[in-house]
């Protein structure tokens, strides 16, 4: 759920070692009720902590919800930051996944509980 006036960051999940390298496939977006606020902006983030940089990799930028998100209970593919020779998509062992949620606004007049779901295709070694 979004905060007004202020940006939340959660970690959401990684590469867990012994499991090799991954690939982000995409990154859909579901919520329990449409997003909404009036005199606001409800902007979400995803990226990718390359711990071997030591730096984030954004998958997803600045996505705004309430234009994204039409519907409850439905999942919504993300538009996806397009990738660099720097290969932010593959994920190594111990790299994480974040989540950020800003908001621009006093009052939040709709403010759903948020799934995000990172599909992962796993490469073989």
Known sequence: ???ANTTVSFRIGG?????????VLGVYVFC???????DGTMLMTVQAR???EGAYDDLVT???????V????TMFACMMTPETIEKEYTLEE????????????????VNPAIILVVDLLFLDE
């Open 1 to 3: 759920m979004f905060t």
């Open 62 to 68: 600045s996505q705004d919800l309430e234009t994204l």
């Open 94 to 109: 111990k790299d994480t996944i974040r989540m950020t949620l800003t908001n621009n606004s006093a009052a939040i007049d």
């Open 32 to 38: 329990n009720a449409v997003p909404s606020d009036a």
């Open 15 to 23: 590469v867990v070692p012994g499991m090799g390298r991954a690939r």
């Open 50 to 52: 390359d711990v071997t």
């Open 70 to 73: 039409t519907a409850s209970d």
